[in-house]
């Protein structure tokens, strides 16, 4: 997403700048925005006059230009436009979803995350691993930390080993370690599982998908664009919101 200016008022000339911020994905789902909060795993689903703000101020220089957007779309009263827009803008601030740039250049925060790779074999106990780890690191870090993580596991062609084999491993894995939200925890699932196969040299990819109505959010994992040990059906009508590729 790109980055965008917020001002204190849509009449003010004083404009801060903002960039949408590291914690959050977003998408259109069906013609509403879905944002998800990487930081407490939310999702947030604006409605129609949101979506149309956050679109505004996603593609104008800042927040005049994103009113002028705004008043061409909606036949509202200025002033009223104006307030609604700044409770929007402040909304956004509260809840974190953009960060501000200072005079001294955008902020430096983030995670320090370690790339390692592990051999391929043998599978069960990588799986077992990839499960034990992804579920403690959860916990220890959340799901910012972990996710931010997948980053670094670099995507490779270079395994010859079968992957079938690999998931098949997976499952029996599974079998020995059960979370306490199983089997429905399909954000540990999905990341214990990319994490597995991207160290085992497949070209995973790890996808997080929403629906609109009935509202649903769904996290899996594609090799070459085949779903791995996933109902495909769980993700028809969905909306790919992030994708690690």
């Given at each position: 997403m790109v980055g965008y200016n917020l001002g204190l008022s849509a009449s003010s000339n004083t404009v801060r700048r903002f960039n949408p911020s590291k914690s959050i994905?977003?998408?259109d789902a069906e013609g509403i925005r879905v944002i998800l909060d990487l930081n407490t795993e939310a999702f947030y689903a604006l409605d129609e006059v949101g979506t149309a703000m956050w679109s505004a101020l996603a593609e104008t220089?800042?927040?005049?230009?994103?009113?002028?957007c705004l008043k061409d779309q909606f036949e509202a009263e200025p002033s009223r436009l104006s307030e609604d827009l700044d409770r929007f803008v402040a909304h956004c601030?509260?809840?974190?979803?953009?960060?501000?740039?200072?005079?001294?250049?955008?902020?430096?925060?983030?995670?320090?995350?370690t790339a390692w790779r592990m051999p391929v074999r043998p599978f069960l106990l990588h799986a077992l691993f990839s499960l034990v780890s992804t579920y403690f690191s959860l916990r220890a870090f959340g799901f910012r930390a972990v996710y931010e993580s997948c980053f670094t596991l670099r995507q490779t062609t270079t395994t010859t080993q079968d992957i079938g084999r690999a998931t098949r491993a997976f499952v029996r894995a599974?079998?020995?370690f059960v979370s306490r939200r199983a089997p429905n925890d399909c954000l540990l699932r999905s990341l214990a599982l990319f994490r597995f196969l991207r160290r085992c040299g497949f070209p995973a990819e790890h996808v997080i998908g929403v629906r609109r109505v009935p509202f649903a959010a769904h996290a899996w994992v594609e090799v070459k664009g085949i779903p791995q040990l996933d109902v495909t059906a769980m993700k028809i009508g969905m909306t790919t919101l992030a994708r690690i590729i």
């Open positions: 994905r977003t998408c220089p800042d927040i005049n230009a994103a009113f002028s601030e509260a809840l974190k979803f953009v960060d501000e740039i200072s005079s001294n250049g955008p902020s430096k925060a983030g995670y320090p995350v599974e079998n020995l």
